[in-house]
C-alpha cells in the first residue's frame, strides 16, 4: 500500500499561477509502463484527467484542456510528482488528485492503482 500527500491547492484569480506537489510514501514501480498522474473532478462531473509522467520523467502527456498551460514534472529523490498549473481559468476549478501505477497512456480514472485524498483548486473570474 503507497499513501499520496497532495499538497499546494488554493484560491487564485484567473491567468494566476499554483503548485501542486504529491509525495509518494513509496515508489511501487520503476517500469515506464506504468505513470503518476494528475486527475481532476469538478462537483457533478466525472473525474478527468489532466496529466502523466513516467518516473524517470521522461515521457509526459496531457489532456487537451490543459497543453502548453500545465507541466508535470518528478522529483525522485523525493518521491514527489508536481503539476505547474500557469494561465488558470475559472474551469479549471477542481479537487485535484494524485495518482500512482496508471498505465503509461491511459487516462481512465478506473485504471489508477493508488489515489491521494486530493487538494481543492479555485479559480476566480
Known amino acids: 500500500q503507497v499513501q499520496l500527500v497532495e499538497s499546494g491547492g488554493g484560491l487564485v484569480q484567473a491567468g494566476g499561477s499554483l503548485r501542486l506537489s504529491c509525495t509518494a510514501s513509496a515508489r511501487t514501480f520503476s517500469s515506464d509502463a506504468y505513470a503518476m498522474g494528475w486527475f481532476r473532478q469538478a462537483p457533478g462531473k466525472e473525474r478527468e484527467f489532466v496529466a502523466a509522467i513516467t518516473w524517470g520523467g521522461g515521457s509526459t502527456y496531457y489532456a487537451d484542456s490543459v497543453k502548453g498551460r500545465f507541466t508535470i514534472s518528478t522529483d525522485i529523490a523525493k518521491n514527489t510528482v508536481y503539476l505547474q498549473m500557469n494561465s488558470l481559468k475559472p474551469e479549471d476549478t477542481s479537487l485535484y488528485y494524485c495518482?500512482?501505477?496508471?498505465?503509461?497512456?491511459?487516462?481512465?480514472?478506473?485504471?489508477?492503482?493508488?489515489w491521494g485524498q486530493g487538494t481543492q483548486v479555485t479559480v476566480s473570474s
Open positions: 495518482a500512482s501505477e496508471l498505465p503509461y497512456g491511459s487516462i481512465r480514472w478506473r485504471a489508477v492503482k493508488y
